[in-house]
């Protein structure tokens, strides 16, 4: 039998420490880090995030209401979770998806394509000419259309500020002349 984690300020501190280490971990390997099981740390992340418990829940080890500002940044750094999902649904035929080992096996690749392109709205929204079979398509010859998607989706474009400058004409200039009113006049202009 295992011992009991329970929650408390101190464990939450130590999760997001182990957190900000790897920015897009899954709860499996923080669980390792830290040393709590994968399935309890999805379920106070499910709890938090449904709002089953408030940020200041005060069922806690030590009696005490956790701070918020802990809490918050637990739910954050697990935010990636759930867009991993989004992102497989997005980029993979369903029968990999349907496929236990298949589907594993593309998690997995693509948590080192996050460790080398971490922009998690670049996978959210880049365009690679449809659904692939497999996400290793992005690795080898195709690398250097990924990090070309992946630089352009990332680069920022300056806003420069143009001024005109506007020269001053004379007030004649700017008003035309009236239009002729019968037809002598115009032969009369000429």
């Avoid at 880090?33 to 995030?49: C, P």
């Avoid at 594993?104 to 996050?114: K, N, P």
Wanted: glycine share 6%; net charge positive.
């Amino acid at each position: 039998m295992s011992p009991t984690t329970l929650l408390c300020n101190e464990v939450l501190i130590r999760v997001n420490k182990a957190c900000a280490a790897h920015p897009h971990a899954s709860f499996k390997s923080i669980g390792k880090k830290v040393g709590i099981n994968e399935k309890t740390l999805g379920a106070w992340y499910r709890n938090f995030k449904n709002k089953k418990w408030p940020l200041d829940h005060d069922n806690t080890a030590d009696r005490e209401a956790l701070a918020e500002g802990i809490t918050k940044a637990f739910v954050d750094n697990f935010r990636s979770v759930g867009l991993k999902m989004r992102i497989l649904k997005r980029l993979l035929h369903t029968k990999c998806l349907k496929d236990k080992r298949c589907f594993s096996r593309q998690h997995g690749v693509l948590e080192s394509l996050l460790g080398t392109y971490s922009n998690l709205n670049f996978w959210l929204h880049a365009d690679f000419g449809g659904k692939v079979d497999d996400l290793l398509y992005l690795r080898g010859k195709n690398e250097a259309l990924l990090r070309k998607k992946y630089s352009d989706f990332n680069r920022n474009i300056k806003e420069v500020d143009l001024q005109f400058i506007k020269e001053a004409s004379p007030v004649e200039a700017r008003t035309p002349p009236p239009p002729p009113s019968t037809i002598w006049d115009f032969y009369e202009n000429d």
